[in-house]
């Protein structure tokens, strides 16, 4: 039980570190965050305002092919997949026009006699 509780103390005396310096702490920060998994180097702070660099382009580059090869299939595929439905319902409003055509013929008819 000793050797638990020494882990848990210097895990709690770890954590509970008051850093000395502004520079001290953000890279205490860095290295400890749990969500972080890059180094205090690769981050861009708001000191730091580069430029669009080539790189960064690079590695835009998959994310925007994925983008343009989903919306080809949007516009192309899906129109295509459902072109029967799209039939099945302009013939639908077609039966319905050429009912409501034959219910005025016949009123009309009735009204004439």
């Known amino acids: 039980m000793d050797s ?10 770890k954590s509970s570190r008051v850093p000395m ?34 790189s960064d382009i690079r590695a835009i580059l998959p994310t925007a092919f994925i983008l343009l090869f989903t919306l080809f299939i949007m516009v192309t595929v899906i129109p295509y997949a ?13 039966l319905e026009a050429a009912k409501e055509a034959e219910l005025a013929a016949q009123l009309e008819l009735q009204n004439q006699t």
């Open 4 to 13: 638990a509780s020494t882990v848990g103390d210097s895990m709690n005396r």
């Open 21 to 54: 310096s502004d520079e001290e702490g953000q890279r205490a920060l860095d290295v400890g965050s749990v969500l972080s998994a890059g180094s205090a180097k690769s981050k861009v702070t708001v000191k730091e305002d580069r430029g669009v660099t080539c």
């Open 82 to 94: 459902f072109s029967s439905v799209i039939k099945q319902l302009q013939a639908v409003r077609e």
